[in-house]
């Protein structure tokens, strides 16, 4: 296992993104540096991992708010790291890929990544992506409205499912169900809207911010992630169009 990295820390004073720790999984030192330099002119504080192995034993020392990971890594790939986060932790993840490619992609989504971007990263775009992974995983639930209006409680059931859209808890069967921030997000989308067909592009921009260029992929992945947690019968999938939530 290699040394890891001394701490990329900075703080812009009563920036939106002060306190905020990243932990950056990169075995490239030119772009681990690079990467942790721009984030830290944003404010961000830092800690770098060159491979797998040491990105995970520093995650499980904790304190990190998000985790930025590398897909081709040594000893223990993106792929797998994200695995085994994904077993303790509902961090957001931000998989970094250097080509794009479709099936590293979908991998890396499929292990529980929230988002991802292709290399090389341009600064703008990584911070943006950080900033709404970052406020999708702190936001207040709307109310949740249409046709189903929740209780005084702000509870939803839909027969094993129930959403308490103001605690955000989430229970099947009466069991607590863990949640990432973005399944959440996308789940309390679902609730709102019961028995109407959502467009892949509408979820897109109200639960990954993006505009009409994003990549309804994440949305499919988000989609398959989430129907095996609260059951599959639960989402309808519109052919050629998006998904619904039954009623």
């Known amino acids: 296992m290699q040394e890891r990295d001394n701490d990329v820390t900075g703080q812009r004073d009563g920036g939106p993104s002060a306190a905020v720790r990243v932990l950056l999984v990169e075995d490239d030192e030119a772009i681990r540096k690079s990467v942790g330099m721009a984030l830290d002119r944003y404010g961000y504080q830092v800690s770098a991992a060159p491979d797998g192995l040491t990105g995970l034993e520093m995650f499980r020392e904790g304190g990190h ?17 994200a695995r085994r986060i994904r077993e303790t932790s509902q961090a957001p993840i931000l998989m970094m890929s250097a080509r794009g490619d479709a099936l590293d992609v979908v991998a890396g989504l499929e292990a529980g990544a929230d988002d991802y971007v292709v290399k090389p990263v341009d600064t703008n775009v990584l911070v943006a992506r950080i900033r709404t992974l970052l406020r999708r995983a702190t936001f207040t639930a709307r109310p949740a409205a249409d046709s189903r209006p929740a209780d005084a409680d702000g509870l939803l059931t839909f027969r094993d499912l129930s959403v308490d859209t103001r605690g955000l808890v989430v229970r099947v069967d009466g069991r607590p169900l863990a949640l990432t921030p973005t399944e959440l997000r996308l789940l309390l989308e679902f609730v709102a809207a019961p028995g109407i067909a959502l467009q892949r592009q509408t979820l897109l921009r109200k639960v990954w911010e993006y505009g009409w260029d994003g990549d309804i992929r994440v949305v499919d992945l988000a989609v398959q992630r989430l129907r095996k947690k609260i059951g599959a019968d639960h989402i309808e999938t519109v052919r050629g169009f998006g998904y619904k939530f039954r009623r």
Do not use: E, F, S
């Open 65 to 81: 708010d998000l985790l930025l990971l590398d897909i081709m890594l040594p000893h223990l790939d993106g792929i797998g790291l």
